[in-house]
């Protein structure tokens, strides 16, 4: 309880003398992308370059720092894409292959800065990244490699550059997930369920971003009634959606359906805060 005082303390005096922030999306997609490979729906053909949804990832930028949340296997055409020539840290949500398949590509970044790269992640997820990245973490390595080198985090605040970062725990089934606060600013993916001492962690946010997969229930991730029913009891100003499945419909057939407060997020969106 001390604990989420202490935050509660942190956000609702800490957000004036917040770095203002850009938020942009990187990917909205779910795992499998949208349009997804040999796909004959209407979202999966549409021209609607907002049906468009590269794997779940976000950039958060201040005036001196740049970090990404997760690196899925669209992470390379992302980084092209957004024009991000200088990346501070990669923070992890989950180890879930969308979320991690394209960390192999953050060497482009080692060999511009000469630096390794700064990944924060729980045990869990480094576990994970130890496993699929291997040859990254070897005693004798090849030139060209990856350089990392792994921040463990779980649920207390911390600081990259000028950008604090409070992680809030949030539950994919049986997975924990973090997701993570920015000054007024929160955002969840791949959730179904949240605890209540850790919803008071989100409360008093003016934006949320909160995963809502499709219109139908799922076993791991939000609908997206559940999203909105999130999103209304946290009284959230405005709320983003991603991680979509090309099962939501057309973006803006659902979008037009949507209550007030609440829009699907979509590729290359730009928020600041
Ligand atoms: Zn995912
Ligand atoms: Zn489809």
């Not at 192999?104 to 080692?110: C, E, I, K, Q």
């Not at 950008?163 to 179904?192: C, E, Q």
């Not at 559940?226 to 057939?253: C, K, V």
């Amino acid at each position: 309880m001390a604990v989420s005082r202490y935050l509660a303390f942190i956000h609702h005096t800490s957000n004036v003398s917040y770095s203002p922030l850009t938020i942009t999306f990187l990917g909205t997609g779910t795992s499998s992308g949208v349009p997804m490979i040999a796909c004959p729906c209407e979202v999966c053909h549409s021209v609607n370059r907002k049906d468009k949804r590269l794997r779940t990832s976000i950039l958060v930028q201040s005036a001196t720092t740049t970090l990404v949340v997760d690196t899925g296997p669209d992470f390379r055409h992302q980084m092209l894409r957004a024009n991000v020539t200088h990346l501070d840290a990669i923070l992890f949500t989950h180890p879930h292959k969308d979320h991690v398949a394209g960390l192999d590509d953050v060497r482009a970044f080692n060999f511009f800065s000469g630096q390794p790269m700064d990944i924060y992640a729980n045990e869990l997820t480094q576990e994970v990244i130890i496993r699929e990245f291997p040859y990254a973490f070897s005693e004798k390595k090849y030139p060209g490699l990856p350089e990392l080198t792994l921040n463990s985090i779980d649920t207390e605040p911390f600081v990259v550059g000028d950008i604090l970062v409070t992680p809030v725990l949030v539950w994919h089934l049986k997975m924990p997930v973090l997701a993570f606060r920015f000054g007024s600013f929160t955002y969840i993916t791949d959730a179904n369920r949240i605890d209540e001492a850790e919803k008071e962690k989100i409360k008093g946010s003016e934006i949320l971003v909160i995963n809502a997969l499709r219109k139908d229930q799922h076993v791991s991730h939000f609908s997206l009634s559940e999203a909105i029913a999130i999103a209304r009891e946290l009284q959230i100003p405005q709320t983003w959606l991603t991680h979509m499945s090309h099962q939501m419909g057309m973006h803006d057939n659902v979008n037009r359906e949507l209550p007030n407060g609440v829009a699907l997020a979509y590729d290359t969106l730009k928020i600041k805060i």
